[in-house]
């Protein structure tokens, strides 16, 4: 029973580009992250958005370089990342807002950005 389906991880070079896609099951929440975790560091939230006005935040490290946004015909939300840096490495995985927060999570998807 998956509710989250990522995809569009990959390797790419510094200053790259990759989209990554994060498929809902059948229905929409009120909001939506993508979060990133690097081996030996905290998880961290890179972008949010809601569903309904589309109201966007980012992460310092990101901002000007990653775009989040969504898809109402597809359920669909995308994190476009561009001019990638090696320090971008990372897991990154679509999670959606539920009454108890942040706990509907996609099953990751790696990224790599090679120097």
């Known amino acids: 029973q998956v509710q989250l389906v990522e995809s569009g991880g990959g390797l790419v070079q510094a200053g790259g580009s990759l989209r990554l896609s994060c498929a809902t099951s059948g229905r929409t929440f009120t909001r939506y992250a993508w979060f990133r975790q690097a081996p030996g560091k905290e998880r961290e939230s890179v972008a949010t958005?809601?569903?309904?006005?589309?109201?966007?935040s980012y992460a310092d490290s990101v901002k000007g370089r990653f775009t989040i946004s969504r898809d109402g015909a597809k359920n669909t939300v995308y994190l476009q990342m561009n001019s990638l840096k090696p320090e971008d490495t990372a897991v990154y995985y679509c999670?959606?807002?539920?009454?108890?927060?942040?706990?509907?999570w996609g099953q990751g998807t790696h990224v790599t950005v090679s120097s």
């Open positions: 958005i809601s569903w309904s006005a589309g109201t966007t």
């Open positions: 999670a959606a807002w539920t009454l108890f927060g942040y706990d509907v």
